[in-house]
C-alpha cells in the first residue's frame, strides 16, 4: 500500500549540478504533477501529466524538465540547479474526474538545497 | 485567474475551543474544493472535498466544511480543537487539470 513513493528525501546540489527527483505512484492514476513548496507561497504547480506520453507546464515550470513514458513514473529533472530552485518537492497523483473530485494524493517530499 | 485566499497566516486557539479557518476562491465555473492538512516534515493529507451535492461536506478528524457560492468561500471548521490538530492547513480549488492551493494557515493549539 504504498501509494506516492518519491526519493530521494533529501539532497544537496551545488549551483550548477543536475539532478532528477523520482516519483512513483502504485494507484494506477492517470494524472501526476509536481509542486514546490517555499515559505509563505503556499504550494506552486512546476509541471503535470495526464497520461503517458503527455506533460505539460504549470505555474512554474522554468528550470525544470518532466518527462512520462509510464503510468507509474514522472520524474522532474532540474538540468543546471540554482540557489532559487532550493525547496521542497512534493510529486501528487490523481484519478482524475470520473467518478469524483480526483483529489491529490501526495508523496512524503523531497527537501532540495541548492548551494 | 483562478486563485486561493488564505486571509489567516497564522491562527492560535485553546484546546476545546471552536476553529474556524477561512478559504476564498476565485474560479468562474463550479469549483471542485479541498481542504488538506500538513503536519511537520509531512506530505499533505486531505481532509475533506466538494464538488457537488450537499454544501455542507464532512471530513475525517471531525472537521467540516460549508461550500458557499455566493460568497466564493469555502470555511473550514470544527467544533472542538485537540492539541493533535496543530498544523498547516491549505485549502485548493481544481480548476480543469491544475490545482490551485492558498498560501496556507497555521494552527497553534494551546493547552
Known amino acids: 500500500n504504498a501509494g506516492v513513493t518519491q526519493t530521494p528525501k533529501f539532497q544537496v546540489l551545488k549551483t550548477g549540478q543536475s539532478m532528477t527527483l523520482q516519483c512513483a505512484q502504485d494507484m494506477n492514476h492517470e494524472y501526476m504533477s509536481w509542486y514546490r513548496q517555499d515559505p509563505g507561497m503556499g504550494l506552486r504547480l512546476i509541471h503535470y501529466s495526464v497520461g503517458a506520453g503527455i506533460t505539460d507546464q504549470g505555474e512554474v515550470p522554468n528550470g525544470y524538465n518532466v518527462s512520462r513514458s509510464t503510468t507509474e513514473d514522472f520524474p522532474l529533472r532540474l538540468l543546471s540547479a540554482a540557489p532559487s530552485q532550493t525547496s521542497v518537492y512534493f510529486c501528487?497523483?490523481?484519478?482524475?474526474?470520473?467518478?469524483?473530485?480526483?483529489?491529490?494524493?501526495f508523496g512524503e517530499g523531497s527537501r532540495l538545497t541548492v548551494l | 485567474a483562478q486563485s486561493v485566499t488564505q486571509p489567516d497566516i497564522h491562527i492560535t486557539v485553546s484546546e476545546g475551543a471552536s476553529l474556524e479557518l477561512r478559504c476564498n476562491y476565485s474560479?468562474?465555473?463550479?469549483?471542485?474544493l479541498f481542504w488538506y492538512v500538513q503536519s511537520p516534515g509531512q506530505g499533505l493529507q486531505l481532509l475533506l472535498k466538494y464538488f457537488s451535492g450537499d454544501t455542507l461536506v464532512q471530513g475525517i478528524k471531525g472537521f467540516e466544511a460549508e461550500f458557499k457560492r455566493s460568497q466564493s468561500s469555502f470555511n473550514l471548521r470544527k467544533p472542538s480543537v485537540h492539541w493533535s490538530d496543530a498544523a498547516e492547513y491549505f485549502c485548493?480549488?481544481?480548476?480543469?487539470?491544475?490545482?490551485?492551493f492558498g498560501t496556507g494557515t497555521s494552527l497553534t493549539v494551546i493547552p
Open positions: 501528487a497523483s490523481s484519478s482524475g474526474l470520473a467518478g469524483g473530485a480526483g483529489e491529490l494524493f
Open positions: 474560479y468562474g465555473a463550479t469549483p471542485y
Open positions: 485548493a480549488v481544481r480548476a480543469g487539470n491544475q490545482f490551485y
